[in-house]
């Protein structure tokens, strides 16, 4: 082999080496009883432990209905966030009209939250008192994605939550 073929091969560990680290360091910070997601386990059900089937689809339901009624509100906050940014990098700047753009921002925001708290209330409802207690001390874990550790979960495990007409499992396991 010639030398730039081992020095490009070289190169390339080194950098798979380096983009890896973060990755394992993540994983080694999660806690001992923090529960493990696995490749199979289409994890729509929100982790909760013990959900019967009817809870499964009315979960589905109550998550789709959301979907739909958040969809256009999270548009209309991308729009407002870019004519906020044509706003604040024009030659001439209309501090009034920024100013009320990130009004308008806040009150959709505004309207997710809440959207979003009646969602959990109504997910409650569903559950049990095991599966409630479980559902409130996880709660960052399962909707909201504001929070740094729901930004981890949900990166992290991206790619193994998509829906699958296989998957079977829809209960998480303990790390061990």
């Known amino acids: ?70 969809l256009p509100v999270s548009n209309k906050i991308k729009e407002k966030e870019a004519r906020l940014n044509t706003l604040k990098s024009a030659d001439k700047v209309d501090m009034a009209a920024i100013n009320t753009t990130i009004d308008e921002i806040s009150d959709l925001r505004a309207e997710l939250a809440k959207g979003h708290a009646a969602k959990e209330q109504e997910i409650r409802k569903l559950l049990t008192e095991e599966q409630r207690i479980f559902f409130d001390s996880h709660r960052s874990e399962f909707g909201s994605r504001h929070g740094m550790k729901s930004r981890m979960m949900h990166s992290k495990h991206k790619d193994m939550c998509k829906p699958e007409k296989n998957c079977k499992s829809r209960k998480h396991h303990k790390r061990s």
Do not use: T
């Open 1 to 70: 082999m010639s030398k730039v073929k081992i020095l490009s091969i070289a190169v390339i560990a080194a950098f798979m080496i380096v983009a890896l680290s973060p990755v394992n360091a993540q994983e080694s910070e999660l806690p001992a009883n923090h529960p493990k997601i696995e490749k199979d386990d289409c994890h729509r059900g929100h982790g909760i432990p013990d959900l019967s089937d009817k809870q499964e689809e009315q979960l589905k339901a109550i998550h789709m209905k959301m979907m739909k009624e958040n």
